[in-house]
Nanobody, 123 residues
Framework: VQLQASGGGLVQAGGSLRLSCVAS????????MGWFRQPPGKEREFVAA????????YYLESVKGRFTISRDNAKNTVYLQMGSLKPEDTAVYYC?????????????????WGQGTLVTVSS
């Protein structure tokens, strides 16, 4: 499985960005796809996840109502639409594949990771 994330960039506070993650390889046993982020000098944290075969989503509390995760299975692509961006959203954003059920906000539950895309929100 390979994951290619894109869409990051520099945006002013209050602005929007859409991240994309294209997955390739053997995805038949994918349980979910997730987005994580790693702010400068901090640990990687969960942002959002979406189950692969049903429309069930999960979000970090601080992004609820501002971020929306979605997927297009035909294109093997997962999106993260980010709105009302804040400087504290500045981070490298990673997409990841989750193989099994269980918790969705733990990095150890994900087996494949994309390379990351940098989002910088200026105040």
């Amino acid at each position: 499985v390979q994951l290619q994330a894109s869409g990051g960039g520099l945006v002013q506070a209050g602005g929007s960005l859409r991240l994309s993650c294209v997955a390739s390889g053997s995805l038949w046993n994918t349980a979910a796809m997730g987005w994580f982020r790693q702010p400068p000098g901090k640990e990687r944290e969960f942002v959002a996840a979406i189950r692969w075969n049903v429309i069930t989503t999960y979000y970090l509390e601080s992004v609820k109502g501002r971020f929306t995760i979605s997927r297009d299975n035909a294109k093997n692509t997962v999106y993260l639409q980010m709105g009302s961006l804040k400087p504290e959203d500045t981070a490298v954003y990673y997409c990841a594949r989750k193989l099994n059920g269980g918790t969705y906000d733990y990095t150890g539950e994900y087996d494949y990771w994309g390379q990351g895309t940098l989002v910088t929100v200026s105040s």
